[in-house]
C-alpha cells in the first residue's frame, strides 16, 4: 500500500497580477524526509512555501497535508522559518519565544520546559533575559531556529536555514534538523542555495524555475542520472601537447587544475559517443604521462546549473 | 481567541514597561506637581512682608498723622494691611543709598503727573513678583480714584464706590431655565480634546507598530500562526490599551496628589482660613462654595464618563485601522505622509468642528458632527454635558461602533495584502487593488 505522502501538491497555480508566480505545480514530500525545495531566485519557491503556511492561497490547484485539504487549522502542526525573518526588538529573549509557543496555543509551562532543552542544545541558555538586540546575527537566527521547532511540527518549513551561521553553528543546526528527523519523524521542508547542504542531508529535490518544476526525484538519483561520460584526468605535460594529442578522440570540456613548475595538469573530458575509455586510456598514456583517470560525479550544484541553463537556452526562441 | 489575547497583552506589555512611557505617565505629572509644590514651598519660604515706602509728594494718599507723628494713609481701606505686604508712607523720596540702605523693598513715587498719565514710578533693588506688582497696582488706583472722587465737588467716595459699576453677563436658557451652559461645553471641550490627543498619539504607535514589524520581517512569521486581521486587532486593542493605562494612571496619580496634598495641607494648618484646604477631602462640597464652579455639579457625570469610554474604544477603534492599514502600506514613516493627510482629516476637522461646537453647541453643525461617525466622537462630548436625548447619545455610539467595525474589515483587506509587500510606495489605485483582491 503506497504510503501517505506529508504533502500533495497538485497543479497549484498563482497569479500576482499579470505575473504567473506558479504553473501548475506539482510536488509529493514523502513523511519524514528531507525534501529540497531548490530553484533560482524568483522561481516561485517562497510563494509556494506562503501557501504551506497559510499566508497565501493558490489560485487553483490543491494542497493536501497527510491525506487532507490543508487548511488553517493544520497550521499549529507547521513549523516555519522564513528567509526574511526577525524577532521583535522590544522583548526578551526568553519572553519572545514564549509568546510564539503561546501563539501556538502551547502552555506556558510546557513550552518553558521545550525552550530549556533547545535553549542548551543549541547553546543559547545564558541569554533567556537579554534583549534581543543584543544578540548577534547567528545567535537571533538559532533562537528563530528554536521558535520554529518548539511545538513540534510534523512538518518543519526551513527557508534558507543555514544563510548567516558560521561553519560551526551552521553544522550545529543541520545535526539539529537531522534529529528532529530521526528521531520525531518530522518531515522537513528544506529551501535553500546552499547545495552542500542539499546533498548532506535531503532524501528529495524539486527544482523550480520560471514558477515550473523542472527536476525532481532522489538527490542520488538526479546525481546519477546528470553523469553523461566526464572523466577528470591528470597528467604531466603541456595542455597544448594534450589538445593536439587527443584530437576529436575526447572532448576537452574545461582544465581544472594546472600546477605550471611540474607541468601537471587536470582536465575534464568526455570521450566521443563510440569511444572506449579502457583503450583510450591505454592509448592517451602513450602521448602523455597520464598521473589519475576518474569518473565525475556531478553536484546538486552541477545539476542545478545545468538543469537550469539548459532549460533556459532552451526557453530562448531561435 | 486565545492568540488575539496573547498579542493584546504582547502590545500593550512592551509598551507599558518602555521608560518613555513610564517617564511620560509618571513623571511628567509628579514633575509638574513637583515644581508647583516647590514653588508653593519657595513662596512660603519666603513668606516675609515686602516693605513699600509710597513717596506721596502731592499729598494725594496720605497725610501727617500728629499722634503717631507719621504719614498715614488718608483711606485706610485702599491700603489693607496684607499678608505679604505692608505699606509706610512719606512726602519725600528716598536717595538711592539711603533706599538700598533702608529695609524697604519698593519705593513708589506718586506725585501730580500720575493724575495726567496714571503711571507711578516704582524703584526696587530686587525686582518684585507678580503677585506684588498686582496688589500695589490695585490699592494705588483704589487709593487715586478716591483722591479724584475728593476733589470732585457733590460726590463722596462712598457715593462713588456705589455708583461704580461693573456688568457681568448671567446667561439662562429660556427653556431649561439652564444659567451653565458655557461652562459645561467646556468640560465637554476638555474631554474632547483628550480624546483628541488620545487618538491621535496612540493611533500614530499602531502605524509605527506595523510598519517596525514589516520592516523587522516578523510578520511573516506571525501571519504565518495567526490571520493578519487577528494580528492587526490585537495590534489596534493592545495599543489602546496602552493609551486607556495612561489615562487610568495620570487619573489616578492626580487624584492620589491632590487627595494627599489637600490633607497635608489641612494638618500643616496652611490656609485654614480658606475652604481651599478641602480641596481633596470633599470634592462636592467644595465646588458647591465655589458659584463659578456650580456648573460642574449639573453635568451628567455617568453619561459623560461611559460616553467617553465608548468613543474612545470605537473612535480609537476607527482611526487605527486606518492608520494600520497605512502602516501596512509603506516601509517607512515618511512615506505614510501621503497616506495620513486625507486619512487624519476627518480627525483634524472635529477638533475645528469641536471649537465651532463650543461657540453654539446645539448649531446644526455641532449637531451634525455629533452624528457622523468620524467626527461624533470629538464634538458629541461637548455636546453630552449640556443635555442630550439619551437616544441620540446612544445612536451616535452606535454609528461610530458600526463604522469602526467596517472599517476594521476594510483596514484588513489592505493590511494583509500590504504587510508582505515590499518596495516602492504603493499608489492610491493600488491600496483599492489590495483591498478587492485581498481573498
Given at each position: 500500500?503506497?504510503?501517505?505522502?506529508?504533502?500533495?501538491?497538485?497543479?497549484?497555480?498563482?497569479s500576482?497580477?499579470?505575473?504567473?508566480?506558479?504553473?501548475?505545480?506539482?510536488?509529493?514530500?514523502?513523511?519524514?524526509?528531507?525534501?529540497?525545495?531548490?530553484?533560482?531566485?524568483?522561481?516561485?519557491?517562497?510563494?509556494?512555501?506562503?501557501?504551506?503556511?497559510?499566508?497565501?492561497?493558490?489560485?487553483?490547484?490543491?494542497?493536501?497535508?497527510?491525506?487532507?485539504?490543508?487548511?488553517?487549522?493544520?497550521?499549529?502542526?507547521?513549523?516555519?522559518?522564513?528567509?526574511?525573518?526577525?524577532?521583535?526588538?522590544?522583548?526578551?529573549?526568553?519572553?519572545?519565544?514564549?509568546?510564539?509557543?503561546?501563539?501556538?496555543?502551547?502552555?506556558?509551562?510546557?513550552?518553558?520546559?521545550?525552550?530549556?532543552?533547545?535553549?542548551?542544545?543549541?547553546?543559547?541558555?545564558?541569554?533567556?533575559?537579554?534583549?534581543?538586540?543584543?544578540?548577534?546575527?547567528?545567535?537571533?537566527?538559532?533562537?528563530?531556529?528554536?521558535?520554529?521547532?518548539?511545538?513540534?511540527?510534523?512538518?518543519?518549513?526551513?527557508?534558507?536555514?543555514?544563510?548567516?551561521?558560521?561553519?560551526?553553528?551552521?553544522?550545529?543546526?543541520?545535526?539539529?534538523?537531522?534529529?528532529?528527523?530521526?528521531?520525531?519523524?518530522?518531515?522537513?521542508?528544506?529551501?535553500?542555495?546552499?547545495?552542500?547542504?542539499?546533498?548532506?542531508?535531503?532524501?528529495?529535490?524539486?527544482?523550480?524555475?520560471?514558477?515550473?518544476?523542472?527536476?525532481?526525484?532522489?538527490?542520488?538519483?538526479?546525481?546519477?542520472?546528470?553523469?553523461?561520460?566526464?572523466?577528470?584526468?591528470?597528467?604531466?605535460?603541456?595542455?597544448?601537447?594534450?589538445?593536439?594529442?587527443?584530437?576529436?578522440?575526447?572532448?576537452?570540456?574545461?582544465?581544472l587544475?594546472?600546477?605550471?613548475?611540474?607541468?601537471?595538469?587536470?582536465?575534464?573530458?568526455?570521450?566521443?559517443?563510440?569511444?572506449?575509455?579502457?583503450?583510450?586510456?591505454?592509448?592517451?598514456?602513450?602521448?602523455?604521462?597520464?598521473?589519475?583517470?576518474?569518473?565525475?560525479?556531478?553536484s546538486?550544484?552541477?545539476?542545478?546549473?545545468?538543469?537550469?541553463?539548459?532549460?533556459?537556452?532552451?526557453?530562448?526562441?531561435? | 481567541?486565545?492568540?488575539?489575547?496573547?498579542?493584546?497583552?504582547?502590545?500593550?506589555?512592551?509598551?507599558?514597561?518602555?521608560?518613555?512611557?513610564?517617564?511620560?505617565?509618571?513623571?511628567?505629572?509628579?514633575?509638574?506637581?513637583?515644581?508647583?509644590?516647590?514653588?508653593?514651598?519657595l513662596?512660603?519660604?519666603?513668606?516675609?512682608?515686602?516693605?513699600?515706602?509710597?513717596?506721596?509728594?502731592?499729598?494725594?494718599?496720605?497725610?501727617?498723622?500728629?499722634?503717631?507723628?507719621?504719614?498715614?494713609?488718608?483711606?485706610?481701606?485702599?491700603?489693607?494691611?496684607?499678608?505679604?505686604?505692608?505699606?509706610?508712607?512719606?512726602?519725600e523720596?528716598?536717595?538711592?543709598?539711603?533706599?538700598?540702605?533702608?529695609?524697604f523693598?519698593?519705593?513708589?513715587?506718586?506725585?501730580?503727573?500720575?493724575?495726567?498719565?496714571?503711571?507711578?514710578?516704582?524703584?526696587?533693588?530686587?525686582?518684585?513678583?507678580?503677585?506684588?506688582?498686582?496688589?500695589?497696582?490695585?490699592?494705588?488706583?483704589?487709593?487715586l480714584?478716591?483722591?479724584?472722587?475728593?476733589?470732585?465737588?457733590?460726590?463722596?467716595f462712598?457715593?462713588?464706590?456705589?455708583?461704580?459699576?461693573?456688568?457681568?453677563?448671567?446667561?439662562?436658557?429660556?427653556?431649561?431655565?439652564?444659567?451653565?451652559?458655557?461652562?459645561?461645553s467646556?468640560?465637554?471641550?476638555?474631554?474632547?480634546?483628550?480624546?483628541?490627543?488620545?487618538i491621535?498619539?496612540?493611533?500614530?504607535?499602531?502605524?509605527?507598530?506595523?510598519?517596525?514589524?514589516?520592516?523587522?520581517?516578523?510578520?511573516?512569521?506571525?501571519?504565518?500562526?495567526?490571520?493578519?486581521?487577528?494580528?492587526?486587532?490585537?495590534?489596534?486593542?493592545?495599543?489602546?490599551?496602552?493609551?486607556?493605562?495612561?489615562?487610568?494612571?495620570?487619573?489616578?496619580?492626580?487624584?492620589?496628589?491632590t487627595?494627599?496634598?489637600?490633607?497635608?495641607?489641612?494638618?500643616?494648618?496652611?490656609?485654614?482660613?480658606?475652604?481651599?484646604?478641602l480641596?481633596?477631602?470633599?470634592?462636592?462640597?467644595?465646588?458647591?462654595?465655589?458659584?463659578?464652579?456650580?456648573?460642574?455639579?449639573?453635568?451628567?457625570?455617568?453619561?459623560?464618563?461611559?460616553?467617553?469610554?465608548?468613543?474612545?474604544?470605537?473612535?480609537?477603534?476607527?482611526?487605527?485601522?486606518?492608520f494600520?492599514?497605512?502602516?501596512?502600506?509603506?516601509?517607512?514613516?515618511?512615506d505614510?505622509?501621503?497616506?495620513?493627510?486625507?486619512?487624519?482629516?476627518?480627525?483634524?476637522?472635529?477638533?475645528f468642528?469641536?471649537?465651532?461646537?463650543?461657540?453654539?453647541?446645539?448649531?446644526?453643525l455641532?449637531?451634525?458632527?455629533?452624528?457622523?461617525?468620524?467626527t461624533?466622537?470629538?464634538?458629541?462630548?461637548?455636546?453630552?454635558?449640556?443635555?442630550?436625548?439619551?437616544?441620540?447619545?446612544?445612536?451616535?455610539?452606535?454609528?461610530?461602533?458600526v463604522?469602526?467595525?467596517?472599517?476594521l474589515?476594510?483596514?484588513?483587506?489592505?493590511?494583509?495584502?500590504?504587510?508582505?509587500?515590499?518596495?516602492?510606495?504603493?499608489?492610491?489605485?493600488?491600496?483599492?487593488?489590495?483591498?478587492?483582491?485581498?481573498?
Amino acid at each position: 500500500m503506497e504510503r501517505i505522502p506529508a504533502l500533495a501538491i497538485s497543479q497549484v497555480v498563482k497569479s500576482f497580477r499579470a505575473h504567473q508566480a506558479l504553473k501548475g505545480v506539482d510536488v509529493k514530500v514523502n513523511e519524514g524526509g528531507i525534501f529540497g525545495l531548490l530553484g533560482p531566485n524568483g522561481a516561485g519557491k517562497t510563494t509556494l512555501i506562503r501557501m504551506l503556511t497559510g499566508i497565501t492561497a493558490p489560485d487553483a490547484g490543491s494542497i493536501s497535508f497527510f491525506g487532507t485539504p490543508l487548511t488553517r487549522a493544520h497550521i499549529a502542526q507547521i513549523g516555519y522559518l522564513p528567509e526574511e525573518r526577525g524577532l521583535y526588538k522590544s522583548m526578551r529573549v526568553g519572553e519572545q519565544a514564549l509568546y510564539f509557543a503561546q501563539l501556538r496555543g502551547m502552555q506556558r509551562q510546557e513550552a518553558e520546559k521545550r525552550l530549556r532543552v533547545w535553549f542548551e542544545k543549541l547553546e543559547v541558555e545564558g541569554w533567556w533575559n537579554r534583549e534581543v538586540a543584543d544578540l548577534s546575527k547567528g545567535m537571533a537566527q538559532k533562537v528563530q531556529f528554536i521558535i520554529a521547532v518548539l511545538h513540534e511540527p510534523r512538518l518543519l518549513i526551513l527557508d534558507e536555514p543555514f544563510s548567516g551561521f558560521d561553519p560551526i553553528n551552521a553544522q550545529r543546526v543541520r545535526d539539529a534538523v537531522i534529529e528532529l528527523k530521526e528521531k520525531q519523524g518530522t518531515t522537513v521542508l528544506l529551501s535553500t542555495h546552499d547545495m552542500g547542504s542539499v546533498e548532506e542531508l535531503c532524501d528529495e529535490v524539486a527544482l523550480l524555475n520560471r514558477g515550473e518544476v523542472i527536476l525532481d526525484g532522489p538527490v542520488h538519483a538526479l546525481r546519477e542520472q546528470a553523469r553523461d561520460g566526464r572523466f577528470t584526468l591528470r597528467f604531466l605535460g603541456t595542455i597544448m601537447e594534450f589538445t593536439v594529442a587527443i584530437g576529436a578522440s575526447a572532448e576537452l570540456i574545461q582544465v581544472l587544475h594546472s600546477e605550471s613548475t611540474v607541468g601537471e595538469h587536470e582536465v575534464m573530458l568526455r570521450l566521443s559517443p563510440e569511444g572506449d575509455i579502457a583503450s583510450w586510456l591505454h592509448w592517451i598514456s602513450g602521448e602523455v604521462k597520464v598521473v589519475a583517470c576518474t569518473p565525475w560525479q556531478p553536484s546538486m550544484r552541477d545539476v542545478f546549473i545545468e538543469t537550469v541553463e539548459n532549460r533556459e537556452s532552451n526557453a530562448i526562441p531561435s | 481567541m486565545s492568540a488575539l489575547r496573547h498579542i493584546v497583552y504582547r502590545e500593550w506589555i512592551t509598551r507599558v514597561r518602555r521608560k518613555a512611557f513610564i517617564l511620560g505617565t509618571l513623571a511628567v505629572p509628579l514633575l509638574v506637581m513637583g515644581s508647583m509644590a516647590i514653588g508653593w514651598w519657595l513662596e512660603q519660604g519666603d513668606n516675609q512682608k515686602s516693605r513699600v515706602l509710597v513717596v506721596d509728594v502731592a499729598g494725594m494718599v496720605s497725610q501727617w498723622d500728629e499722634r503717631f507723628e507719621s504719614w498715614v494713609p488718608i483711606c485706610p481701606d485702599c491700603f489693607p494691611d496684607r499678608a505679604s505686604l505692608t505699606y509706610r508712607f512719606a512726602a519725600e523720596g528716598m536717595e538711592d543709598e539711603a533706599f538700598i540702605a533702608s529695609d524697604f523693598d519698593v519705593m513708589v513715587v506718586f506725585d501730580d503727573a500720575i493724575l495726567q498719565h496714571h503711571k507711578a514710578m516704582y524703584y526696587y533693588e530686587q525686582t518684585p513678583g507678580f503677585d506684588l506688582q498686582a496688589h500695589l497696582k490695585t490699592d494705588l488706583s483704589m487709593a487715586l480714584e478716591r483722591f479724584k472722587v475728593k476733589e470732585t465737588q457733590d460726590l463722596d467716595f462712598s457715593t462713588y464706590q456705589r455708583l461704580k459699576t461693573q456688568v457681568s453677563l448671567v446667561g439662562q436658557d429660556i427653556v431649561t431655565r439652564d444659567g451653565h451652559a458655557v461652562g459645561r461645553s467646556l468640560v465637554g471641550f476638555v474631554f474632547s480634546l483628550f480624546l483628541f490627543v488620545q487618538i491621535l498619539v496612540y493611533g500614530m504607535h499602531v502605524m509605527r507598530g506595523v510598519i517596525e514589524e514589516k520592516i523587522n520581517r516578523i510578520v511573516e512569521v506571525v501571519i504565518s500562526v495567526v490571520k493578519p486581521s487577528v494580528l492587526m486587532t490585537g495590534k489596534v486593542i493592545g495599543i489602546g490599551l496602552v493609551g486607556l493605562t495612561q489615562f487610568i494612571v495620570l487619573s489616578v496619580l492626580v487624584w492620589i496628589i491632590t487627595l494627599v496634598g489637600g490633607m497635608w495641607l489641612e494638618h500643616a494648618d496652611v490656609l485654614k482660613s480658606s475652604s481651599d484646604a478641602l480641596v481633596g477631602l470633599d470634592l462636592e462640597s467644595w465646588i458647591a462654595g465655589q458659584a463659578e464652579l456650580n456648573f460642574l455639579l449639573d453635568v451628567n457625570w455617568p453619561l459623560m464618563i461611559a460616553s467617553t469610554a465608548v468613543f474612545y474604544v470605537a473612535g480609537f477603534a476607527l482611526y487605527a485601522a486606518s492608520f494600520a492599514a497605512i502602516g501596512a502600506a509603506v516601509e517607512q514613516e515618511s512615506d505614510a505622509q501621503y497616506f495620513l493627510i486625507p486619512a487624519m482629516a476627518p480627525l483634524v476637522a472635529s477638533y475645528f468642528l469641536a471649537v465651532v461646537a463650543i461657540e453654539n453647541p446645539e448649531g446644526p453643525l455641532a449637531v451634525i458632527a455629533s452624528f457622523v461617525p468620524f467626527t461624533a466622537p470629538v464634538v458629541m462630548l461637548i455636546r453630552i454635558p449640556l443635555g442630550v436625548a439619551w437616544w441620540e447619545v446612544v445612536l451616535s455610539w452606535l454609528g461610530v461602533a458600526v463604522t469602526a467595525w467596517l472599517l476594521l474589515r476594510m483596514a484588513g483587506r489592505i493590511y494583509r495584502v500590504g504587510i508582505l509587500m515590499h518596495g516602492k510606495r504603493p499608489s492610491w489605485v493600488e491600496l483599492i487593488k489590495w483591498f478587492r483582491h485581498a481573498d
